[in-house]
């Protein structure tokens, strides 16, 4: 007989299971829940933001040839996006309370101060279209569109 040697002893390794993906550690739902916040998040502010696009996306369309057009689609836009935004408590407006409500809406007055005469445009065409200019009109109502609160 041989003697026993000190090898016939050892047992096989056994290996440990794989390691399983499931279930995750908690960082792995931390992240998980961030990034589902994150994309919440964005799906908010783009809807919420929608009709400020819109409201741009028309005022691009306007055409500044001629101006009692360009004047009046330009009222006409800012009433819509008054009366979206805030129903029709501003629908009757006209005149300097228009201008004062429209620059109520943002931090820095952007109609009373370069744009009065803008006030009595809709109800005065022939008089006040051709002292209005039309660029900066256009640039004055992008703006408000851009910085209006609510």
Request: charged residues 20%; hydrophobic residues 45%.
């Amino acid at each position: 007989m041989n003697p026993a040697s000190p090898l016939d002893q050892l047992k096989d390794i056994h290996l440990p299971e794989a390691v399983s993906i499931w279930p995750l550690a908690w960082p792995w739902w931390v992240l998980i829940i961030c990034i589902l916040a994150l994309v919440a998040l964005a799906v908010y502010w783009h809807k919420k933001n929608q009709w400020r696009r819109q409201a741009l996306s028309q005022l691009k369309n306007i055409d500044t040839q001629d101006n009692l057009l360009c004047i009046q689609q330009c009222n006409r836009l800012l009433k819509q996006v008054a009366l979206y935004r805030h129903g029709q408590s501003c629908a009757s407006l006209s005149g300097e309370k228009w201008l004062n409500f429209l620059d109520s809406k943002v931090k820095k007055v952007i109609f009373s101060e370069q744009l009065n005469e803008f006030a009595y445009a809709p109800d005065q065409p022939t008089h006040t279209s051709a002292s209005i200019d039309v660029i900066q009109l256009k640039k004055a109502v992008e703006c408000w569109i851009r910085k209006h609160t609510c």
